[in-house]
């Protein structure tokens, strides 16, 4: 699986980029926000989400892996699709989404063409509990908590109640001890 690529732009349209990657030319959708960064270069680096489907494969690009990390965490909604992540990312950047679902702003994401009320409001559920968590005290290791929380088939709300119960000092911990003081209170 494609995690990263560095390479010369040969192509820049608003929504995608040809890459040139060691004499291979990749095509690769993007947001507006990240044709907009990129525009100015020459040579970039982007974080990769690669889909798989039976009569497609599919890259898209993101300057960041939170970025990145926030589309597949769209994905994983019910009726949000990899076009309708690209609108998300393209009309909000990553610290505006996030503050977009923490402050439960529903009219916002419902302006996104192809976002309806229904699906913004899946959006909102489904990523509340995420957006919490990466906003926390040391982002990577509460990343890392977080997923392996949702592997062991935890929900969004139990993991985020359980985190914000947690004290500073556990919370400093590696994300491997965090985890298991999680699972002391989720055990409960």
């Keep these: 699986m494609i995690v990263r ?3 010369n732009i040969e192509k820049l349209l ?3 980029v040809e890459l040139e990657v ?7 959708e993007i947001s507006l926000l990240t044709s907009i960064e990129i525009q100015s270069k ?13 009569d497609s494969n599919l890259l898209y690009g993101f300057l960041t892996r939170q970025e990145r990390e926030i589309f597949f965490q769209l994905l994983k909604v019910n009726g949000v699709g990899a076009k309708i992540a690209l609108m998300i990312l393209s009309s909000y950047s990553v610290e505006q989404f996030i503050s977009i679902i923490q402050t439960n702003n529903i009219s916002a994401l ?41 592997s062991l088939g935890f929900k ?31 055990g409960r």
């Design 42 to 54: 020459k040579q970039i680096s982007l974080e990769i989400a690669q889909i798989i489907r039976e």
């Design 156 to 186: 969004d709300s139990q993991i985020n109640q359980t985190l914000q119960s947690l004290s500073h000092e556990i919370l400093s911990l590696s994300p491997n001890e965090i985890v298991k003081e999680s699972l002391k209170t989720l």
């Design 14 to 16: 608003p929504t995608s």
């Design 110 to 150: 419902k302006s996104v063409k192809g976002i309806g009320a229904k699906v913004a409001g899946k959006i909102m559920l489904e990523l509340s509990g995420y957006t919490q968590a990466i906003q926390s005290p040391n982002t990577a290791n509460m990343q890392l908590v977080y997923d392996a929380l949702l």
């Design 5 to 7: 690529l560095r390479g």
């Design 22 to 28: 060691n004499g291979i030319t990749y095509f690769i």
